[in-house]
């Protein structure tokens, strides 16, 4: 008999289900199952006198436990689960669980060590089926847009973007690096005419962060698209692709998540606010006597960050805000400059920045001159090549699935990532 998951079971008809044993009740006369897939629960109802050979099988059967079972499923009023269950005339056990090495109490610690015994909870697997749902409609975007879906590789031969904060690795008889994300090879395909593309993948950061928000490994979307006029271009195509994304995510699952995390899922309206670094600066002191010295206002503190959550919603009445107008110093050397100004913005969400974002340099002999600036002609050799034949002038973003995922759901990287990598964490 084929399996049926437990949201398609058939009232009135036999029906098989496997999954994981929730919760047991091994009554004298009868014992009560609840079986969980990742679709739903299902109560199992064992009458075992009619069917002995169940009761032995269920007898010393800890939760967690695999099992198949085959039955009439039928309504009834008294089970919580959704008024159905099965009344089983056969059951096979699948893998049997030893005692689980963690209580509900454990530490995040504890709990990654066992990751895969942690990811069984509810909350858990809908952290990933939220996440799954993001990623679906941020990709049928980009999509419905014309563009293509690109995979560049991790293993490259210079830093990225600069010498610094990137893994090495032994790569035969030379050192290879771990990329920190795809942004050389987004721009080779727009020199390479492909005009509109867009990745998911992993990104790797060599920080010793120890902050709820940052990790060594974690999966990036990334957008890059040609033939733009300004900044302004990239920044309404995410706030676009954003805003159909949560709304897709609300419809979803904005019930399940207000209900388990507490996280009220907001479709934003547009467009997004957008202010200049300096002005961020000026309102943070104005409204709530917020100052950081001089020399601390050339980039965003992670105070003035976190504070950007609150004069987003007092000024704006929105969870959402790009901040502009950062100084050459602090972005990358590929960002084009109008009036020595980098066209670029961070687009911070609830008080944690998600992107950076730009228009890139396309002009050869500018974007030399701007690496040469900083000191990484020679590190960034091989991708100035892309610009000597012709590259139309174009820009794009990184967002951080993970962080994106953190924020929809209230809780640190450490508990949304599937296996966390942080400065202590390579296990399991």
């Known amino acids: 008999m084929k ?63 695999v099992i198949s079972v085959e039955g009439l499923v039928t309504a009834n009023d008294f089970v919580k689960m959704g008024g159905k269950e099965m009344l089983p005339d056969a059951l096979e056990v699948l893998s049997k669980s030893e005692a689980l090495p963690m209580g509900d109490d454990a530490n995040i610690d504890t709990r990654l060590d066992y990751r895969w015994v942690d990811l069984r909870t ?48 032994k790569y035969f008889d030379t050192t290879a690096y771990l990329a920190q994300s795809p942004q050389f090879y987004k721009q080779m395909a727009m020199a390479a005419g492909f005009e509109r593309i867009f990745e998911v993948g992993p990104v790797f950061r060599a920080e010793k962060s120890y902050t709820n928000k940052h990790a060594t490994e974690f999966t990036g979307f990334d957008v890059e698209f040609s033939y733009i006029e300004s900044y302004e271009d990239v920044m309404k195509f995410e706030e676009e692709m954003l ?17 388990l995390f507490g996280e009220e899922v907001v479709v934003p309206a547009l467009p997004f606010p ?14 709530y006597g917020f100052t950081v010295p001089e020399d601390e206002k050339n980039d965003l503190t992670t105070e003035a960050e976190r504070m950007c959550k609150q004069l987003a919603l007092d000024m704006f009445g929105h969870e959402f805000l790009f901040v502009t107008d950062f100084p050459k110093d602090k972005r990358a050397f590929y960002h084009m400059r109008k009036d020595d ?27 030399k001159a701007q690496a040469d600036e900083k000191g990484l002609g020679e590190d960034v050799k091989f991708y100035l090549e892309f610009f000597k034949y012709g590259c139309p002038p174009h820009g794009g973003f990184g967002l951080g699935v993970d962080r994106l995922t953190m924020l929809i759901t209230g809780l640190p990287i450490k508990e949304v990532a ?11």
């Open 122 to 169: 509810d909350k858990n697997t809908l952290i990933f089926k939220a996440q799954t749902e993001m990623v679906k409609a941020m990709r049928e975007f980009a999509l419905n847009h014309n563009f293509m879906e690109i995979h560049t590789p991790k293993l490259i031969g210079a830093a990225s973007e600069s010498g610094s904060d990137v893994f090495a690795v």
């Open 274 to 287: 957008r202010m200049k670094l300096a002005d961020i600066y000026k309102e943070l002191e104005a409204r």
């Open 3 to 65: 399996r049926t998951y437990v949201r398609d079971v058939k009232l009135e008809e036999r029906n098989r289900v496997e999954g994981f044993v929730e919760n047991i009740r091994n009554k004298k006369t009868m014992a009560f199952l609840v079986v969980k897939d990742t679709t739903g629960k299902l109560q199992v109802t064992i009458e075992k006198e009619k069917y002995p050979e169940i009761a032995e099988q269920i007898e010393g059967l800890l939760p967690h436990s």
């Open 418 to 428: 599937f296996l966390f990598r942080g400065p202590n964490r390579l296990t399991p």
């Open 341 to 367: 100004i980098p066209q670029g913005y961070d687009l911070i969400w609830k008080g944690v920045e998600i992107t950076t974002g730009a228009q890139r340099e396309h002009r050869y002999d500018e974007l």
């Open 243 to 259: 805003t159909y994304a949560l709304e897709k995510l609300k419809n979803a699952y904005g019930e399940e998540i207000k209900e």
